[in-house]
């Protein structure tokens, strides 16, 4: 076992992990974790070098043993002496923190064996990614937390167990404790590898966006959103509110690679709001998300589509890389079938395709198109003869993510920088006033009509926090707060009451809430002078 030694470096946590995973699998050896010393201790003050490698490194000592030392017995021949009592294995491995305190080095390689090895234990005990666990957690305990809801309690139970031990997961559990704080009604899952605190996944709503699904479930958007860091990705589930703007519903942080979990996200979103369960009509993904077999399992009266656009872009990819003759005819027969009016009309392209692609083309086409062509050619789409709005709802979306998410990012960061979107400001900053300010134009006297662009025009420079109360949403200024109706029709500000037309605060519960901005029914008769808010 000569590929592991004295002296040999490694820059991350990560990368030691994921080299010893394979060289463990290589050699079919099982070594567990004897002792370690996090890199930054809660007890004391971090020195200078240590804030910025705390993620990265972890961890400044630790050592690794053979399974079969100390009491362990599993199903390899171990030696015992003459009492039969066990031999403790010798091979062991240790890593210190170098010189430079910007890397892991092997000090110690003692990598022979005093017992046979068995690929039968082997193959039943060991598990990836097992030294990226969170060493605080108990593994009873994370996976009881991974089948269920997080309760703000069992935030606090966690954020314990892994005070001093696992700095990064205690950062998580803190930005958690202040989600559950602010909004007792978000919907939070962790999700651990059975049988190892490894961190798979995160799934995150928070009330107002509970809250806008079950106001908007009928088309939802799902797609892989952003790279968070070379382990994570981030997925977002999308809806489309009465301003024809797509809004986040729900957050998922995976690790890449993570089995099912498009019908986990599903699943979890349909958990955190089961009123949506039956009037989910469409959801459209995008089309690196292939396992959507069994989401109308979860969601049984919605269709699946993908959206028709990346299909084809996909298609032409393919088709220049494999540098396919008469491109140009290809590409127009592609084009035709994904925009076929019937299926008599699709096969009929799909027959020209077969005469003129290459047969590797071909075969790319029917293997990995053809089978699911209900899910994206517009024959069969959900909507005919109408422009699917994914592509600009995601885009949208990853404009805003761009604003607050600087990958690589740790987790913490990452669920910080998900929450400081979810606020009034951000949406206001792209709304298009001018745009609702022409439709009330069209209906309203030019005085009353120039009034309430002002007032668009206030709402979207306005800094207000909007919360939920059994009186209506409550706008909060700083200095002054207002009181909106339930039924987003009236307003206690003195704009409203003194002239009753649709005031800045309106406007922006509207928003928030994914009402429309422009409703008719807002154009009262006025009352008196046209007042001004103070």
Known sequence: MGDLG??????????????????????????????????????QNPLHYQPSLAATLRFRFVRLICKHSGTYVGQS??????LSEKIDCPASITLRLGPKKDRLVVIEASLEHNHKLSEVEFAHYFK????????????????????RFLAPDLIWNLEDYSKAKDKGMCELLSQLDGLFKSDP??????????????????????????GLVQR???????????????EFELYSVLCQDGNGRGRECAYCVARRGVPDLVIFIVASLVQSAPDIKLKVKCLTVGVGITDVDAVEEVLPCTRVQICRLQVLEALYRKARELAVPKEDKVRNLLHNMANASSPR??????????????????????????????????CWAFERNCDCPFLEHMSFHQQKLRSALSPPLGLAACVRGLLELQVLR??????????????????????????????????????????????????????????????????????????????????????????????PGLLHATSGGEGQDT
């Not at 799909?350 to 050619?377: C, I, T």
């Open 6 to 43: 004295l002296g040999q470096e490694f820059h991350t946590w990560h990368q030691f992990s994921s080299f010893f995973d394979d060289w463990c699998e290589k050699h079919k050896v099982l070594f567990i974790i004897a002792s370690l010393k996090p890199l930054i201790s809660l007890r």
């Open 77 to 82: 021949t171990v030696q015992r002496n003459r």
């Open 128 to 147: 990836r990614h097992q030294l990226e666990a969170s060493m605080g957690l108990p593994i009873r305990i994370t996976n009881s937390v991974s089948k």
């Open 185 to 210: 009604g978000a919907k939070v899952k962790l999700v651990f590898q059975e049988d190892v605190a490894v961190l798979n996944s995160i799934f995150l709503a928070t009330s107002h966006m509970r």
């Open 216 to 230: 908007f479930p009928r088309c939802l958007y799902m797609d892989k959103a952003a790279c968070i860091n070379s």
């Open 345 to 378: 009309v699709y096969s009929q392209y799909l027959s020209d395709l077969e005469d003129v692609a290459p047969l590797p083309f071909l075969q790319y086409y029917l293997e990995h198109w053809h089978h699911n062509k209900g899910m994206w050619a517009e």
């Open 426 to 519: 951000v949406e206001m900053a792209a709304l298009n006033e001018e745009r609702v300010s022409e439709l009330y134009r069209a209906v309203c006297p030019p005085d009353s009509a120039a009034l309430i662009a002002e007032e668009l025009g206030l709402a979207k420079h306005a800094n207000y926090h909007v919360k939920e109360v059994p009186e209506g949403f409550l706008l909060d200024g700083g200095i002054c707060s207002f009181l909106v109706s339930r039924d987003l029709a009236a307003c206690s500000c003195s704009i409203y009451v003194s002239s009753h037309r649709p005031c800045r605060h309106l406007f922006a519960t509207r928003l928030w809430t994914g009402q429309p901005l422009y409703d």
